[in-house]
């Protein structure tokens, strides 16, 4: 790497960063900082590196999937601002082919580098969630739109996902041993988090969130580390989970 390039990509960057800061006041989002802030750090990164350590692969990114939908981005943005009824040619992970479906389209949210469209399955009147790397085509039509009935900021908070059932959450209380608890605390993994009890070996937390697959998935990977404590529902289906997977793994 020249020094002529380096200079040329520190000054791209530096532009980058500084339009999206300029624009950041205009539209209040976290998610905007933190990737004004990832992008800092890769600039930090990138810029002090040199042949030899861009060659000794010192850096190892998160893999971004190749097929994740953003081409439908624009036309799902436009659908949800001019309030227009989409057409979408959609296949389901469950399905064999692909089939049309009429979607009043309400809002956009990304999901471990997915993103997914939420609105209102014309057919059904229900809320349904579309990944778009599982869209083949989008068409605005004519059919009257619904607005929404609740508000974006709302809708997830109480869930962990791109799913968010409706009601109350429920209060969940789980024990993790203090190593692993320390990620925890470090990074929660959802607002709600609060700590109720410590002692030498366990940490109890507590939440209100809903108990999503996505939810479910975080507290199993924690393993023996963890153990739920309430609701007793919630306790007996991860039990169930863990016996299955066991029995998953028992010779015939």
Known sequence: MTKQ???NYHVIIEEAIESLNSIRGKIPSANLIGIIKKLKYSAQIFLAMDEKSVESDLVDYEAVPEDWGGKFLQSIIEGIKDKKVLEIYYQPFYEDKPYFIRVH???????????????LNDTKKELRTYGLDRIWE???????????????????????????????????RIEVKKPQAQYL????IHPSQNIEYEDDKTIVFNYKVHTTYEFKALLLGLGSDLIVLEPASLRNELINELREALNAYELP
Not at 105 to 119: C, D, H, N, T
């Open 138 to 172: 989008i068409n605005e039509t004519d059919v009257p739109y619904i607005k929404k009935s609740f508000k974006t900021k709302e809708y997830f908070k109480n869930s962990i996902g791109i799913i968010s059932p409706s009601g109350e959450p429920p209060k969940i």
């Open 185 to 188: 605390i470090t990074q929660p």
């Open 5 to 7: 390039k380096d200079n």
């Open 105 to 119: 389209p309400y809002l956009l949210k990304e999901f471990r580098s997915r993103w997914y469209l939420i609105g």
